[in-house]
């Protein structure tokens, strides 16, 4: 639990509209397909941009996914600011997981690994990730079979976070 954090105050064994929030940044489309396919395979979830994400839509209970491009061996700015931003706020009682989409080179670094460590710093529970997709060159497209591993680590997410969880003292 962070201390001091809004979410503190949300008795979220209350609420039982959870919501689910795959938020992506994207420059050429192909993160963008990933994030859209996983929202559809995690019943009712949306595929949010980073432009339009609202951390005030997120609640304790809530499942949040962020995917990104590798850029430089680390997500890209914006998806690393929001993170930031939810550092500041907790994520505590929020279900989370990452993926990045990068070229299969020999060495790509990685931005996965990177969110989880984030959002696992911010309090949130990770319940899948850091994973990988990978496309052809800088602008895609993804590999083949990219979009079918996606919808199995969605159903795998899915059934993650559906796994009771020990109740909170
Ligand atoms: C400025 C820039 C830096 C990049 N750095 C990396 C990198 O360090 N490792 C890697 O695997 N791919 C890297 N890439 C390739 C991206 O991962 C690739 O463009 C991305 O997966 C495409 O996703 P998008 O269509 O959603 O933007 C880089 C691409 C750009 C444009």
Do not use: C
């Not at 949010?48 to 061996?73: E, R, Y």
């Not at 083949?144 to 009771?164: F, I």
Request: hydrophobic fraction near 45%; aromatic fraction near 6%; glycine fraction near 12%.
């Amino acid at each position: 639990m962070v201390e001091g954090s809004y979410l503190d105050s949300v008795d979220f064994r209350e609420r039982t509209d959870m919501t689910t929030i795959v938020l992506y940044d994207s420059a050429y489309g192909n993160t963008r397909t990933i994030a859209e396919e996983v929202a559809s395979h995690l019943g009712g979830a949306a595929a949010v941009p980073v432009d339009g994400f609202d951390a005030g839509a997120l609640h304790p209970g809530d499942l949040l996914v962020v995917g990104s491009p590798i850029n430089g061996w680390r997500p890209t700015p914006k998806i690393s600011k929001v993170l930031d931003d939810l550092a500041g706020r907790g994520l505590a009682g929020v279900k989370a997981a990452a993926f990045d989409t990068r070229v299969k080179l020999f060495i790509h670094g990685d931005a996965a690994g990177k969110m989880i460590k984030a959002l696992k710093s911010a309090g949130a529970s990770i319940v899948g990730g850091p994973m990988a997709f990978y496309v052809k060159g800088s602008e895609g497209p993804l590999l083949s079979g990219e979009v079918e591993r996606a919808a199995a680590w969605a159903a795998d997410l899915e059934a993650a976070q559906a796994e009771p969880r020990e109740p909170e003292s």
